[in-house]
């Protein structure tokens, strides 16, 4: 169970991540 928490918690961040980037691109554009 841990490893799956582990990889879980991992794609989350991945995912944080890459929200982030499109949210300061969508800014950019709008700008």
Request: hydrophobic share 70%; no cysteine.
């Amino acid at each position: 169970m841990t490893v799956i928490v582990m990889i879980f918690l991992m794609a989350l961040v991945v995912i944080l991540i890459r929200n982030v980037d499109l949210v300061r691109q969508l800014k950019q554009t709008i700008a």
